[in-house]
């Protein structure tokens, strides 16, 4: 009987033990599991902590609180940081955050000199300015309101020292009233100590009313608010800020609206007496002793629910006291709500207004300057005396300045109305860098200044972005740096920051050797209409707005630009950032012409001469890159002791520069050529800032095999490296560098063509049609549009040139009548195809759409620019632009003395001077004149010290 017993449970017990088993794995699993997902460790992120309310602050429970904490916190949770504050004062929080003892700063408005010391994210959180209140009963309306008054001012605060300078600035004196809070300054205006405070707008929208203070319309130093951290620190931190800031702006219900509402807003205040909480630990001690004394408890219990009864009705009042307060606050913000609106819709009238008072402005501005301008073109193509010639030049000059002010206005209020748009379309970085070398090449080589260009061969060649507008900003700044600088150099430097697959952060630099600027001047540098000083104006000229318009255009292309460095009499430099996006086809393009290269350059050994360091330095850094063995000398004379001295392992290639101290390039070049130990001789390529043909001419007499104009582009070294050593080419077909500004030429192949002029202001019509005759074009003219339409109808015309503006009936219609002729009239089908140009000064974009609307084929704006005149003309004419025949110089006939000269291509130069002969004979004269004895004085070149004056007197020598 109990041997069955212990075989009926043995197998109960096998099953227990398995069920514990079972139970054992399951939960090993759990844990590994639960061990597998368990969070990281959070990042500690230190924050400093001060007093600036509603923006940072502690509240009455001791915690952070304010604007930039709480979106702060927000972005914590999202990634997992650990936020540790420590509190500071203003002034200590900023030195802890530049030692970086502190990881993150926020409520920091961004300044040139802070962006030295920190580094700021992109998209800012919210924006600022400071304003005065002042006591109920001062009428204060402007700064000169504020003389002799007692101003409370934050001590150390920026406001402090902007307003001393605002008040310095109208010769205003004042009483300063430092205060170490802004409640403070409030507090002090109230009790009589102070007439009016320097507040800031969050503060006065959020605190302001409770202290019943009067608003000025005094407002200045807007300022931009960001988190800061230390320079070249916690980079990730900023980018993730951005990107949470970025999201929470596209959605209007995310918490960013929701905390910048609460920050705008008026603080509800309840007030709850504190003996409520002292009665209700009360009550609670009274529940407790009721365990122990009965007796007593009752007694308590009924005290307790008298108190109890007294605090509910206190509590209902104070209920109804804080509803009609909501209600009162609620009114307010309506009503201010309403007063925005208004304030918005004036806005927008104000710039629409602006906007057409801008555009007919414009108009009124350009059609007198189309006749300065047109007027002293034709005078400048005729033969004038030296002093007369020199007096309508620099009156051509100062039109254009006027113009290109007026240029500057418009895309300002472009920009300004948010009407201006980026294009999307492929250019080839190489060609933009051209056009600004075209735009201020020139103008350094006059000045003497050399203009250099530093490439980053990792930037793809060909990107994706408004072109128009980079240049735009580029001849800017490297103007402005061209403007500013006497001797020296401007070397423009561009770099890769950051790319992907698809765009690029672009960083450029533009670095002169000039005036400089002081900090004062810096700090309002991007100020509309604002130079460094009023004496920059007087000596330099300018608006003060190109500046602000490239600010402006590199914000929108994705960037930012600002002075990265900048000493008083040593030079400045200026940086700015975009992103663009990368053309892919391109890019496999170039890749793969490149790969072609590495087998072609092997062992090629190269010399770089060159007086400019920097120069010397951007030409080796290019060519490195290609795997070059790249040697660098600084003169003429060490050049040839190089050459001499690699004998062994010979270079194959010397990269001359043409002006340098002691032996020019060409002198070196015939040096080298000469010497019987260097046999054969490296192929020699000249490198040089100065594209004019007498410095070709002395180049190419000196035997050189090449000849590239600085600055150089890395494809055209490279092209031009392969071609002169015989080992192919990068480039199919590259393009030539410009090395001339571009003239005007007469297009003779618009001689015979029959166009209308239609111009009511007399003088603009006399320039137009003098100037169309000028190059064969038959003109006829008509006053106004009523007849225009009736001489279109009795002749056959090639195009029509039609102003906008005019009496009687404005082009507009009269564009749209003749277009109507084509289904009015037998054979009316040639009104339809009649080429018609406007030619006005209008030149807002929505004057060319009206005209394009009104049937118009193209626009020309006044003042009229003689080449693309004719260049639309021969696009709508049906005869593109050819270069001059050959014969066509052939063509001027010469005096009989002229023609037996056998020693001078006279044909030549009459061609050149523009088929003058009388100018011509008084150049030859002013030659004999001033080089008689300079042939003799060549011919004494036995050695290079002994060739180097005569070498000048040729060099300077312009036949």
């Known amino acids: 009987m109990v041997l069955r017993l212990h075989r009926t449970h043995l197998p109960h017990r096998a099953a227990l033990v398995l069920l514990s088993l079972l139970v054992l794995l399951t939960a090993g699993s759990l844990w590994l599991w639960l061990a597998s997902d368990a969070p990281h460790a959070p990042r500690l992120v230190r924050v400093g902590l001060y007093?600036?309310?509603?923006?940072?602050?502690?509240?009455?429970?001791?915690?952070?609180?304010?604007?930039?904490?709480?979106?702060?916190?927000?972005?914590?949770?999202?990634?997992?940081?650990?936020?540790?504050?420590?509190?500071?004062?203003?002034?200590?929080?900023?030195?802890?955050?530049?030692?970086?003892?502190?990881?993150?700063?926020?409520?920091?408005?961004?300044?040139?000199?802070?962006a030295q010391r920190f580094d700021f994210h992109q998209v800012s959180v919210a924006s600022s300015w400071s304003q005065l209140y002042s006591r109920p009963e001062l009428p204060i309306y402007s700064l000169d309101d504020l003389a002799g008054r007692r101003i409370a001012v934050l001590h150390g605060g920026i406001q402090q020292t902007f307003f001393d300078q605002l008040m310095r600035g109208v010769s205003q004196d004042y009483q300063a009233v430092p205060v170490g809070s802004l409640e403070a300054g409030y507090a002090a205006v109230v009790a009589g100590a102070a007439d009016a405070v320097v507040t800031n707008s969050f503060f006065a929208a959020r605190n302001g009313a409770q202290y019943r203070l009067r608003e000025t319309p005094i407002l200045f130093l807007p300022s931009t608010l960001y988190f800061?951290?230390?320079?070249?620190?916690?980079?990730?931190?900023?980018?993730?800020?951005?990107?949470?800031?970025?999201?929470?702006?596209?959605?209007?219900?995310?918490?960013?609206?929701?905390?910048?509402?609460?920050?705008?807003?008026?603080?509800?205040?309840?007030?709850?007496?504190?003996?409520?909480?002292?009665?209700?630990?009360?009550?609670?001690?009274?529940?407790?002793?009721?365990?122990?004394l009965s007796m007593l408890l009752r007694w308590l219990v009924a005290q307790r629910t008298r108190a109890l009864v007294r605090t509910t009705q206190a509590l209902e009042d104070e209920r109804a006291n804080l509803e009609s307060q909501v209600a009162a606050r609620t009114a307010e913000l309506q009503a201010l709500m309403e007063e925005m609106q208004a304030a918005r819709s004036l806005a927008e009238a104000a710039t629409r207004l602006k906007s057409e008072f801008l555009a007919n402005m414009s108009h009124e501005i350009r059609t007198p300057m189309n006749a300065?301008?047109?007027?002293?073109?034709?005078?400048?193509?005729?033969?004038?005396?030296?002093?007369?010639?020199?007096?309508?030049?620099?009156?051509?000059?100062?039109?254009?300045?006027?113009?290109?002010?007026?240029?500057?206005?418009?895309?300002?209020?472009?920009?300004?109305?948010?009407?201006?748009?980026?294009?999307?379309?492929?250019?080839?970085?190489?060609?933009?860098?051209?056009?600004?070398?075209?735009?201020?090449?020139?103008?350094?080589?006059?000045?003497?200044?050399?203009?250099?260009?530093r490439y980053d061969i990792d930037i793809p060649p060909t990107l994706i972005g408004d072109p128009l507008r980079l240049t735009q900003v580029l001849v800017n700044l490297c103007g402005n740096a061209l403007k500013f600088t006497e001797r020296g150099e401007i070397e423009l430097a561009l770099r890769q920051l950051s790319r992907d697959a698809q765009t690029l952060r672009l960083q450029i630099c533009v670095r002169d050797t000039g005036i400089g600027l002081t900090a004062e001047a810096q700090a309002r540098l991007f100020a509309t209409f604002?130079?460094?000083?009023?004496?920059t104006t007087?000596?330099?000229?300018?608006?003060?707005?190109?500046?602000?318009?490239?600010?402006?255009?590199?914000?929108?292309?994705?960037?930012?630009?600002?002075?990265?460095?900048?000493?008083?009499?040593?030079?400045t430099t200026f940086c700015l950032t975009v992103r663009l996006q990368i053309a892919q086809q391109a890019l496999a393009r170039r890749q793969a012409l490149i790969a072609q290269t590495s087998p072609l350059l092997d062992g090629v050994r190269l010399l770089v001469v060159d007086d400019n360091a920097v120069s010397r330095e951007i030409l080796a850094?290019?060519?490195?890159?290609?795997?070059?063995?790249?040697?660098?000398?600084?003169?003429?004379?060490?050049?040839?002791?190089?050459?001499?001295?690699?004998?062994?392992?010979?270079?194959?290639?010397?990269?001359?520069?043409?002006?340098?101290?002691?032996?020019?390039?060409?002198?070196?070049?015939?040096?080298?050529?000469?010497?019987?130990?260097?046999?054969?001789?490296?192929?020699i390529v000249m490198v040089t800032a100065y594209g004019r043909e007498d410095v070709r001419r002395l180049a190419e007499q000196a035997g050189v095999d090449g000849f590239l104009i600085k600055p150089v582009s890395p494809s055209t070294l490279l092209d031009t490296t392969l071609s002169v050593l015989g080992r192919g080419r990068l480039l199919d077909a590259p393009e030539a560098p410009s090395t001339h500004a571009p003239t005007v030429?007469?297009?003779?192949?618009?001689?015979?063509?029959?166009?209308?002029?239609?111009?009511?202001?007399?003088?603009?019509?006399?320039?137009?049609?003098?100037?169309?005759?000028?190059?064969?074009?038959?003109?006829?003219?008509?006053?106004?549009?009523?007849?225009?339409?009736?001489?279109?109808?009795?002749?056959?015309?090639?195009?029509?040139?039609?102003?906008?503006?005019?009496?009687?009936?404005?082009?507009?219609?009269?564009?749209?009548?003749?277009?109507?002729?084509?289904?009015?009239?037998?054979?009316?089908?040639?009104?339809?195809?009649?080429?018609?140009?406007?030619m006005t000064a209008l030149a807002m974009a929505q004057d060319t759409e009206r005209s394009r609307a009104a049937g118009m084929n193209d626009h020309v704006s006044k003042p009229i620019n003689p080449a693309h005149l004719f260049q639309v003309l021969a696009h709508w004419i049906g005869r593109p632009l050819a270069p001059d025949a050959p014969n066509d110089r052939d063509s001027v006939p010469l005096p009989p003395e002229l023609a037996k000269l056998t020693t001078l291509n006279v044909r030549e130069g009459v061609h050149r001077i523009g088929g003058r002969v009388d100018a011509y004979r008084k150049q030859l004269a002013r030659f004999r004149q001033h080089y008689?004895?300079?042939?003799?004085?060549?011919?004494?070149?036995?050695?290079?010290?002994?060739?180097?004056?005569?070498?000048?007197?040729?060099?300077?020598?312009?036949?």
């Open 372 to 453: 300065i301008l047109g007027m002293l073109h034709l005078a400048l193509n005729k033969p004038l005396t030296p002093d007369v010639h020199n007096h309508l030049s620099k009156a051509h000059q100062s039109a254009q300045t006027l113009l290109s002010l007026i240029d500057d206005i418009l895309d300002f209020s472009k920009i300004e109305a948010g009407k201006l748009t980026l294009e999307q379309v492929e250019f080839g970085l190489d060609r933009l860098l051209e056009q600004v070398t075209d735009t201020i090449g020139g103008q350094a080589e006059r000045k003497g200044i050399e203009f250099l260009i």
């Open 745 to 838: 030429a007469a297009p003779t192949q618009l001689a015979g063509a029959r166009v209308l002029l239609v111009e009511d202001n007399a003088i603009n019509r006399e320039f137009a049609s003098e100037l169309l005759r000028s190059v064969g074009l038959l003109v006829d003219e008509a006053v106004d549009g009523q007849a225009a339409v009736a001489q279109v109808q009795q002749a056959d015309y090639d195009a029509v040139l039609m102003d906008i503006q005019m009496p009687e009936l404005d082009g507009l219609e009269a564009t749209r009548r003749i277009r109507a002729l084509a289904a009015t009239v037998p054979d009316g089908e040639r009104f339809a195809q009649l080429p018609i140009i406007a």
């Open 932 to 959: 008689t004895e300079a042939a003799p004085r060549s011919n004494d070149c036995s050695s290079p010290r002994l060739c180097l004056k005569p070498r000048r007197t040729v060099m300077r020598s312009k036949a």
């Open 228 to 292: 800061a951290t230390t320079k070249q620190h916690n980079a990730d931190l900023l980018a993730q800020l951005d990107a949470h800031l970025t999201a929470w702006r596209r959605d209007a219900n995310s918490i960013y609206f929701t905390a910048l509402r609460q920050a705008m807003a008026l603080p509800p205040q309840v007030l709850i007496p504190h003996w409520v909480g002292w009665s209700l630990l009360g009550l609670g001690v009274g529940l407790v002793l009721l365990l122990v």
């Open 530 to 535: 604002t130079q460094a000083d009023q004496s």
């Open 51 to 114: 007093q600036n309310p509603p923006k940072v602050y502690t509240d009455a429970t001791g915690h952070p609180a304010g604007l930039f904490i709480e979106l702060l916190e927000a972005i914590a949770r999202a990634e997992n940081w650990q936020l540790s504050y420590v509190p500071c004062q203003w002034s200590d929080c900023l030195d802890q955050l530049a030692a970086a003892e502190l990881d993150l700063m926020p409520d920091v408005a961004f300044s040139s000199e802070r």
């Open 621 to 683: 850094e290019m060519l490195r890159v290609f795997q070059i063995t790249v040697d660098t000398v600084p003169n003429g004379a060490a050049a040839l002791t190089a050459v001499r001295a690699a004998t062994a392992q010979p270079y194959d290639l010397v990269l001359m520069d043409w002006r340098m101290p002691g032996m020019t390039g060409d002198e070196t070049t015939r040096c080298i050529h000469r010497d019987p130990l260097l046999m054969p001789p490296p192929k």
């Open 538 to 571: 007087r000596r330099f000229g300018g608006s003060g707005l190109g500046l602000a318009i490239s600010k402006r255009l590199v914000e929108l292309m994705g960037g930012r630009l600002w002075i990265e460095e900048s000493t008083p009499g040593q030079g």
